[in-house]
């Protein structure tokens, strides 16, 4: 079965830095483009940052210089760093695979970020 299983959420303060992995299995790792989703309440959810295969990568703006996302085929892992947080950070962050030449998408079951003073 499929499993993308994120992890590294928690409780940090303004200014301060979470890495979020999210480890996939059930899927050929290398054609999928991973990404991060994050979900706020009462929002909707938002595409944060992606890595296609190609290594690619997009951003949303209002995380452009101080979040990085990148991926290791070997581990099937995709990574989240996320520096200078904001409280505004703070949601729930989804993994995602998509592959839209299979018309696939797999999404995990998500981690909290709380971004609190």
């Known amino acids: 079965q499929v499993q993308l299983v994120e992890s590294g959420g928690g409780l940090v303060q303004p200014g301060g830095s979470l890495r979020l992995s999210c480890a996939a299995s059930?899927?050929?790792?290398?054609?999928?483009?991973m990404g991060w989703y994050r979900q706020a309440p009462g929002k909707q959810r938002e595409l944060v940052a992606d890595i296609a295969s190609s290594r690619n990568t997009y951003y949303v703006d209002s995380v452009k210089g101080r979040f990085t996302i990148w991926r290791d085929n070997a581990k099937n892992t995709v990574y989240l760093q996320m520096n200078s947080l904001k409280p505004e950070d703070t949601a729930v962050y989804y993994c995602?695979?998509?592959?839209?030449?299979?018309?696939?998408?797999?999404w995990g079951q998500g981690t909290q970020v709380t971004v609190s003073s």
């Open positions: 059930g899927i050929v790792f290398t054609i999928y483009t």
């Open positions: 995602n695979a998509a592959n839209t030449q299979l018309h696939t998408v797999h």
